[in-house]
């Protein structure tokens, strides 16, 4: 009868629950942890649900059984991850969604890895560029994940040329910080590190939430080659998987 049971009623990792709900896996960690949905933790810390609790779900939310509907993840209290009611700079429309999914990584503030700090080495090299960051954009700052060529762990958010770029669908590229209304006035141009040239790639989850940038930056106006710019956005999508994976808990 349990078999029959089980058979009927499937366990589903958090990914599995987020493909059904069509939501990301960081709104489903999210909403299991808050108690949302109904789950459990196994030996190895990973949080599993019961496909009836997913449809129950989607029954509540969309008011008939089997019709999902893409909902906000629970707002986090931590004022890092809350939207700026007056911010300085631009936000995407989903702010508040987005740095809820940032939230749910876990990686702001977190020990450096190997996995992120290959990737800024290698964006450094291929595109020849001094300085190459994952940047995580939460309400107040800019942290940098894994960083080659700048000593500075963070930045406050209104300098942040990757708060522009994560408004983008693809690159954004600024070939000559200097001679752009919007950045020439801004303190990491006119001091250390002096920066002139800025690109960047968003680094978007499976819900299209920009957690923040793999970007690389030069002291001198330049442009990327066709070939470093494509290397630059495989390297993007690595690191984007790589964040979507700290959320498989």
């Not at 958010?157 to 522009?164: K, N, Q, V």
């Not at 690159?171 to 590190?193: C, K, M, Q």
Request: aromatic share 6%; with cysteine; net charge negative.
């Amino acid at each position: 009868m349990n078999s029959n049971l089980m058979e009927e009623d499937p366990i589903l990792t958090t990914s599995a629950a987020a493909r059904l709900l069509g939501v990301a896996t960081s709104t489903v960690q999210l909403w299991m942890e808050s108690g949302a949905i109904e789950s459990w933790k196994t030996p190895g810390g990973h949080r599993r649900t019961r496909e009836s609790h997913i449809r129950a779900l989607m029954t509540r939310v969309a008011g008939q059984p089997g019709a999902p509907e893409r909902r906000q993840p629970p707002t986090p209290t931590d004022p890092e991850f809350l939207p700026n009611p007056e911010p300085g700079f631009p936000v995407p429309e989903e702010e508040a969604q987005r740095l809820a999914a940032l939230a749910a990584t876990g990686l702001v503030d977190s020990p450096p890895e190997d996995r992120f700090d290959r990737i800024v080495r290698l964006a450094s090299k291929v595109t020849e560029s001094p300085i190459a960051l994952i940047s995580l954009l939460t309400a107040r700052r800019q942290w940098f994940k894994a960083r080659v060529g700048l000593p500075a762990q963070q930045t406050p958010r209104e300098w942040a040329f990757c708060t522009h770029a994560i408004l983008q669908d693809g690159p954004f590229v600024v070939e000559d910080a200097i001679s752009d209304a919007r950045f020439s006035g801004n303190p990491l141009v006119l001091a250390a590190p002096h920066m002139r040239f800025y690109a960047g790639v968003p680094l978007r989850d499976s819900a299209g939430m920009a957690m923040g940038t793999l970007c690389v930056i030069d002291r001198e106006p330049r442009k990327l080659r066709a070939a470093e710019l494509e290397a630059l956005m495989d390297l993007a999508a690595i690191a984007a998987s790589e964040i979507e994976a700290s959320n498989e808990h």
